[in-house]
């Protein structure tokens, strides 16, 4: 059971790191790639909210301002986003009946998807923390400028992953009909 715990941790660092050593791990899974696609969105689906809030909080204390001239930037992301994370729920559901079959409960998985999720977000105030003020105050509005146009958009840089959530989309939208 601890080898097949790990087995789902990698995957689930691959979809989270995409690293080489990571992703060539994860093809060597027991998951067939619809359900490694699965799982590559719910991570995604945990990754993109907590890193855009992590990093609009972390902006909101360095610069004067940022989150009053950013407002309509985060609800922007929100709006845009909202189809997507409205799917997650239902997607972790599938997520958790395949972890249950490699000995994981539904607390494992979601424990895993959050911790990476703060993992990855955190890194952000981790590296700006060596910056001086005025370089902190310019990423950060870069960052704001990314969110805006759209960067930190789920699936932004994962188009199978963007495809997969279309998909899911499109099924829970002729479900509901």
């Known amino acids: 059971m601890k080898s097949k715990l790990a087995l ?3 995957t689930a660092m691959a979809a989270i790191t995409a690293t080489s050593a990571h992703a060539q791990a994860a093809e060597e899974s027991p998951f ?3 359900q490694k696609l699965l799982m590559l969105s719910v991570a995604e689906l945990h990754n993109k909210p907590e890193t ?3 990093m609009f909080e972390y902006c909101a204390k360095q610069v004067d301002d940022f989150a009053l001239e950013n407002a309509t930037v985060l609800s922007g992301w929100r709006e845009r986003n909202q189809p997507f994370l409205l799917l997650k ?3 972790q559901k599938q997520v958790d009946v395949i972890a249950q079959k490699e000995g994981m ?3 494992d998985v979601e424990d895993l998807m959050v911790t990476n999720a703060k993992d990855i977000a955190g890194a952000f105030p981790e590296r700006m923390e060596s910056e001086n003020a005025l370089a ?4 950060c509005n870069l960052y704001a400028g990314k969110v805006r146009d759209g960067e930190f958009d789920v699936g932004y840089n994962k188009p199978d992953v963007r495809q997969a959530l279309e998909g899911y989309r ?3 939208a002729n479900k509901g009909r």
């Open 8 to 10: 789902l941790a990698v």
């Open 32 to 34: 067939t790639p619809e």
């Open 52 to 54: 855009v809030r992590q």
């Open 89 to 91: 729920a239902g997607l």
């Open 105 to 107: 409960t539904p607390a």
């Open 136 to 139: 902190r105050a310019f990423v």
């Open 170 to 172: 499109s099924a829970a």
